[in-house]
């Protein structure tokens, strides 16, 4: 087994989503030490956030919730370049914000912006991780182009669709968990090179972590076909959604 830290120090990554599950992957990943995070986000702190997003205190509400967490990370003196994009990801901008990074993290709430993750990161070739929580349940897949299965072969051909996270109607450690645990399955894939093209539920009631099998599906109209339905709509979707 090989240890490549490196792969995970070229990293850029763009962080989807400056909430509950972003909090703590943002913070691992910049003191573990990558070449770059973008966090994106163009939502404001509100009091009921903070239970959840422990980056965040009182007196954050009211800020943008990419430029708070920006600013709280850069304050650690990591190493990481840090940007914050204060905008929410949608089909007009995709390109300009993560076409130079090598991976994106969903931290969103929404399905549909999961979706458009998933069409920008079969077009541009770009792996995701998603991240999901709801009540004291957690989901986690990572997805890389052209060698697993893509977020809409799950929902096509497998039945297994994620669920949809709402943090009005989540136990407040759970987003931290998802973080740490989506933070190992990168450190599995870019440090010691392991991709079982998997999809990961946790259920913190019970104590168990479940993990289904999933595979590509040569019709898959994403990443097989390259139909990108929500890309190709050019209107504003993402906004307003995470
Ligand atoms: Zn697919």
Known sequence: MSLKSHEMEKLNVC???AGGNSSLVSLLLSHHGVSGIKIVDGDI?????????????????????AIA???????????????????YLDSLNYSAIVGDC?????????????????????SLKIPWLMTSS??????????????TACLNCLSEGQNLTPIN?????????????????????LVN???????????Y???????????????????????SMGNFPLLDEKHIIGRSLY
């Open 15 to 17: 962080i989807i989503g």
């Open 45 to 65: 702190i509100e009091h009921t956030n903070l239970e959840r997003q422990v980056l965040f205190g009182n007196s954050d509400i009211g800020r943008n919730k």
């Open 69 to 87: 967490m920006t600013s709280i990370i850069r304050s650690q003196g990591t190493f990481a370049k840090i940007e914050a994009i204060p905008e």
């Open 102 to 122: 090598d991976l994106i993290i969903d931290c969103t709430d929404s399905i549909l912006t999961r979706n458009l993750i998933n069409e920008i990161s079969a």
């Open 134 to 147: 709801l009540e004291n349940s957690l989901e986690l897949k990572l997805i890389v182009p052209g060698r």
């Open 165 to 185: 996270c709402s943090y009005d109607n989540v136990e407040f450690y759970v987003p931290s968990l998802a973080s740490i645990l989506g933070v190992s399955i």
């Open 189 to 199: 894939y870019y440090k010691y090179s392991l991709l079982d093209d998997c999809i």
């Open 201 to 223: 539920f946790y259920d913190s009631k019970a104590v168990t972590m479940i993990k289904v099998q999933t595979s590509r599906r040569d019709s898959c109209k994403v990443c």
